[in-house]
């Protein structure tokens, strides 16, 4: 819908961002570059409407065009992920998480997962967040230096701690997942297994990572990151579990589902069903592993040695640098990463001794394994010489010639 735009702030401040997305190269693996369709239906009159309940079933009036948006959401996903029951209202992965726990176990209840150091997510047991404030979180972590998760070590800590909940997923994590060893696990000590797959759904939708849905009594994730679609969650189950789940999000933990987002995540999930994003989740993994063999090529280490997924953890304490400094030097060369604790680090989290770097968005904006060789070569450039007034002068050029040539959204330059 086109309108007049007269608080110049706020566009000036729009406009910029989408300057900078053009300009800079995105290598955050929790972001991604939303298609114009999936950007277009949040900025629509879904947005005036209040729908507090599920389609059929609402608090408010007037619900029937929601309701089918919904339904459409809610049909997509079960459909993409092969779940018996989707809901499609969580306002953020958070959210999904929260939902799912209030579902799954009640406050007090122990909780085991991954330990944040190690690659956990802040909503798996952080002590300022509602997890760690309402749950009696537990943790599993990787083995010191092969940095992988031993699933011999989760059956062992699970028969100690006894969890309602075991909790599979991370945010930081390179390797595979084996979902069904952690549900043998579940089964064997009487708990629940919930997947946290935010950031591998749009692998496991294009079929470049196992999915955890066969496995899982719950599976929440984020509609932004690989699945590329809108900022917002989401979460599958089984048909035993729809009516927990759906309580839990609403009046549980949020009042009225933001419409025009939900009509943004079923554009997305109806793009994740394509041949062509098939190809794209291949093609992010196969970017991934090029890239971290380049940088190791370099001389950095790559947490794990390597990657099957689309994230690395890179220690750059090899070159002198904590995490910190190494995402300030990149970010000077429109190279953008951000610091990250290493298992077992020995720096605070806000310097940290690695970076995470994400092929999601780059694979979005055509770049494929020559790019990804460069990419490779300019990072490990710039963390080697960090002050190097000619090599920033350098990479910064060539970083802007390669962006001007793949450009995000080249019609315009906002959206």
Known sequence: MDCKKTDDAVWKAVDLEAARQERQIELIASENHASREVI????????????????????????????????????????????????????????????????????????????LDHGGHLSHGHPKNFSGVFYEFHGYGVEEGSERIDMDRVREKALEVRPQVL??????????????????????????????????????????????????DVVTMTTHKTLRGPRGGLIVCGADWIKQINSAIFPGGQGGPLMHVIAAKAVALREAASPEFGAYARQVVENAKTLADGLSERGLR?????????????????????????????????????????PYDKQPPMKASGIRIGTAAVTTRGF??????RL?????DVLA???????????????????????????????
């Open 40 to 115: 277009a239906s949040m900025g629509t009159v879904l947005t005036n409407k209040y729908a507090e309940g599920y389609p059929g079933r609402r608090y408010y009036g007037g619900c029937e065009h929601v309701d089918t948006v919904e339904e459409l959401a809610r049909k997509r996903a079960i459909e993409l992920f092969g779940s018996e029951r989707a809901n499609a209202q969580p306002h953020s992965g958070t959210q999904a998480n929260m939902g799912a726990l209030m579902a799954l176990c009640k406050p007090g209840d122990k909780v085991l997962g991954m330990t």
């Open 167 to 216: 909790l599979a997923g991370a945010s930081a994590y390179s390797r595979p997942l084996d979902f069904a060893a952690f549900a043998a696990i579940a089964k064997e000590v009487g708990a629940y297994l919930m997947v946290d797959m935010a950031h591998i759904a749009g692998l496991v939708a294009g079929g470049a990572h196992a999915s955890p849905v066969p496995h899982a």
């Open 302 to 342: 790559i947490v794990s040695g390597g990657t099957d997924n689309h994230l690395m953890m890179v220690d750059v304490t090899a070159v002198g640098l904590t995490g910190a400094d190494a995402e300030d030097a990149l970010h000077r060369v429109d190279i953008t990463v951000n610091k990250n604790l290493i």
């Open 368 to 373: 494929g394994v020559p790019e990804m060789k």
């Open 376 to 380: 490779a070569t300019w990072i490990a």
């Open 385 to 415: 010489a960090p002050t190097d007034e000619a090599v920033a002068k350098r990479v910064g050029a060539e970083v802007v010639e390669l962006t001007s040539t793949h450009r995000i959204y080249p019609e315009t330059q906002s959206v």
